[in-house]
Every structure is written in structure tokens, then in C-alpha cells.
């Protein structure tokens, strides 16, 4: 089983910076971590992944360069730079015991965590 808990969201302008965490309690040994948004009205779309030891990253085109998830299956992070208002959306943080790799499929993840809101205003 394991539990995930978001923090970090919140209210900024155009060109600001947030860093969400997502820190993980779990009993799993081999499982990797992904970050996923969803917008209002919208569909739950792929932001970042990150492998169980932090080795391996991948990013949505979207916000390739703006966007750094590090750390490990533990705790992560998800550093923001360069907001804009498209980035506005409810931000999940997930866990899947299918690859220790890291997945872009929100259908490969197993364990949600509550989401933390972020709004970017222009």
C-alpha cells in the first residue's frame, strides 16, 4: 500500500515560480512516482515522472524546461518555473508498482494522492 500526500500549490502570477512536494509512505519496495494535472473541465493529462531511485526522468512537451522533478519514491519535488496561465490545474501526485521506470500512463498508476491546487494568473 502506499500513501501519498501533496503540498505546495497555491495562487501566483505569470512567470512566477512553486515547488510542489510529494511525500510517499509506503510497504512497496520497487515502484516509481508521476505527476499528472487536471484542469477544470478538462482531462487528467501527464506532467513529469520520476524512476524509484530518481535516475530517470521524463516531462510532458508542454513543460519541458520549465518543469523539474527530482528526489526519489520517498519524496519528491515538482519545481515550477515560468508559470503561465495554462499551467492552472488541480496537480496529482501518483505511484505505480508496474515499472520502477517511470510511465506517462495515468492508467499505469495504482495510488493517488489528494491534488493541490494551482492557479497562475496572467
Known amino acids: 500500500q502506499v500513501h501519498l500526500v501533496e503540498s505546495g500549490g497555491g495562487l501566483v502570477q505569470a512567470g512566477d515560480s512553486l515547488r510542489l512536494s510529494c511525500a510517499t509512505s509506503s510497504t512497496l519496495s520497487l515502484y516509481s512516482m508521476g505527476w499528472f494535472r487536471q484542469a477544470p473541465g478538462g482531462e487528467r493529462e501527464f506532467v513529469a515522472t520520476i524512476s524509484w531511485n530518481g535516475g530517470r526522468t521524463d516531462y510532458a512537451d508542454a513543460v519541458k524546461g520549465r518543469f523539474t522533478v527530482a528526489g526519489d519514491n520517498v519524496k519528491n519535488t515538482l519545481q515550477m518555473n515560468n508559470l503561465k496561465p495554462e499551467d492552472t490545474a488541480v496537480y496529482y501526485c501518483?505511484?505505480?508498482?508496474?515499472?520502477?521506470?517511470?510511465?506517462?500512463?495515468?492508467?499505469?498508476?495504482?495510488?493517488w494522492g489528494q491534488g493541490t491546487q494551482v492557479t497562475v494568473s496572467s
Open positions: 501518483a505511484a505505480t508498482t508496474e515499472t520502477p521506470y517511470g510511465s506517462r500512463w495515468s492508467n499505469a498508476y495504482q495510488y
